[in-house]
């Protein structure tokens, strides 16, 4: 059967292919934080970045937001540059930080990436994912009256609202407890796998990148290259208890190793 | 943000410390009136309080006046502080040039635009009111910026990420953030508008406390006086207090003690910093020479910085008015100096000593934030009256003025220190004297310096309130003295000269500042 054009079609706009193009970031103050960076990411798939400790995964990940200006090179979300994504609220991001604004409610601060994303504000899609995200009868709450767990899951919560073509997610568990963060991790990925959504991931934690994702880049020390590009072939949706099946094991083993080897060379 | 942990015995406490600090003021006051009893200088609580019954009509009707005004100019200074915050924030290369107007002329000296504008607006209620404005707008649009710049970078990027612009920016999370600071800035802006008008009415106005002042000094009426003082610092406190109790009503979070912005980031080279100054001068000198253009001032009033240059530079009696305003200054700055850096420093070490005594450090807070709401030039003829017309009485006021402010921020920068920092001291059992100077004291320094340039305009305005109203010397006095001689010139340039002062002054500051925290606090310098 030849493929319908405009499914495909369909596809780059639901889930965007991202072409990095000789990407290239140095700051003001000298420091190079990537080197000059070709790669692609492919549409509909979650791509995670491991590496160590300020080795410009997460300044990576804002080149893509169009959060900063590329030295040199540039960054193509199915075709265009992000700022047109942004204008049209296609892109959503989870940071390292919850950043609720401290003054609304939950509910008020998830709907309120509706607002900025140009759409009205739809109470049930809100309400509806503050149930998904396991935060019912929290919607009133304040972000203080919440536990660090639960900001994190509103922050998702959040960057889900929009139905977001690209989905940024900046170590979004860094802040919750191994318990929470394990169930966070089995339990979101639900949410936007069906969508189709393109997911770039940072995490310090391998176990996680594994878990969550369909390839995993090993990023080297600064100025970022790319060390290992491994392929994740594990079902999806993940069947519970993975994380002790012996083929989950032996792919932490090889980004770990592979991050040990990047780490040293 | 701090979000306020709200515990029953923080305000019963604070509450308590209050009332103690009064009767302790008010039990000295009296031992002191009964001490100096027959030398006319100080009335008793209870002389006050008779002369404040039986003259209850006159002073409710100058309090009403005063009270207009100062709302009056209350709103509108802090409505152009809103304003120059929006555009310098939407507007960000503007940033620079738009606070160091703002600072050159909060630096005016009130006395000297007082009897400008009483001729240029008449004898109504106009100057008065733009005196208020004038002592207002500069301290909530340094908190405000403060609060306009404190949101998270990540709050920034989420309205970035969904394509949105500066606009969304400061509409949707700037704004909201900025909110306590603005409350913090409207708390202190209270009682400057207060001390404004009064200043506004110092300069010929019909009716007010100012004008009541000026009588009451003339007559020698010392309880008056004092009754005068002391309204004007109970109102004081009350609209503090007033906006603090509005501001927990509308805000979650406590009101931030904000005391100056803290130093410009970024390193520049000597001819940046040079080329930057000239371009404000200019900037200044053309805004000066365009306001009296369009509003078309008589010229026989407003003076150009044309004029001024003749008056200084080429007119036949050049030298001799050099010479005046050279010697004005000199007297001036002899008070002002010497009486900013004892104010400061007896702040920083009162601040000290009391923070080594927990339990009266949380006692002297409230009462020293209330302290600070009473404006203190108010109390001029006060001081005055207790001290002398001499060096001590004037260097005094200056001292007590900056006292106020210098102790809170210090306090305030004292408690700064960072918990976990002061866990490893105790870890160690290091004793109170160790962790001051090695956590506390460094902690404390930011705060004092935003203080200390903070209180430079003060100083000024202070000295040449007291040198107006009493003592007869320096730029104060020349420039009352060349108001009522007609002598525009020669007041101008003394405007000129001391504004132009009182900035050199507060950049001298900041450069000391920045020598010292580049090497106690780098982030604070960039």
New interface residues.
Partial sequence: MAPDPRAAEMKSVASPDIVCEGLCKSFADGTQALAPLDAVFDGGKTTAFVGPSGCGKSTLL?LI???ETPSAGAVLIGGAPP?S?????A???A???P?L???RSLRGNIA??L????RPADRTAVDGLIDLVGLAGFGDA?P?ALSGGMRQRAAIARALV?EPSLLLLDEPFGAVDELTRRQLARDLPKLWEPRGTTTLLVTHSVDEAVLLSDRVLVLSPRPAQIAADIAVSLPRPRPAGIERSENFRALVMQVSDALAEGAVA | ?T?AVGTIAQPLRSGLGSAFGVILILLAWDLAARATAGSFVLAAPAEVLNWLVANRGLMGRALAETLANAAAGFVIGNLAAILLAVVALAWPRAERAVMNLALLIFCLPLVATGPILRVLLGPGDGPQIWLAALAVYYTTLVPLMVGLRAA?A??L????????GRW?EIV??RA??ALPYLFAGLQIAAPAAFLGAMVGEFTGAERGMGVLTVRFIRAMDVPAIWALACVAALVSILVFAAIGWLARFVL??KPPVIIAPAQAVGALGVTARMLRTLTLAVLALALWWAVIQIAQLNPFFAKGPDDVARALLSAPDAAETRARLGTALVETAVYVVPGWAAGLGLGAAIAIVLILFPPIAAVAMPVAVALRAIPIVTTAPLIVLVLGRGAVGTISLVAVMVFFPSLVACLHGLRQAPGQIMDVFDSYAAGPVSRLIHVRIPAMLPAFFASARMSVPAAILAVTVVEWLATGRGIGSLMALSASLSEYDMLWSAIMATAVLAVLFHAGVSALERVVLARTAPEQVG
């Fill in positions: 804002r937001a169009g959060l700022a994504l942004q204008r049209q609220g892109i959503a991001m940071f390292q930080d950043s604004l401290p003054w309120l990436a607002t900025l994303a140009g304040r203080s929009t | 943000m979000t998270p990540s709050w990027d989420l309205v970035r990420i969904y394509g949105r969304t949707r999370v909201r953030a979650d979070e």
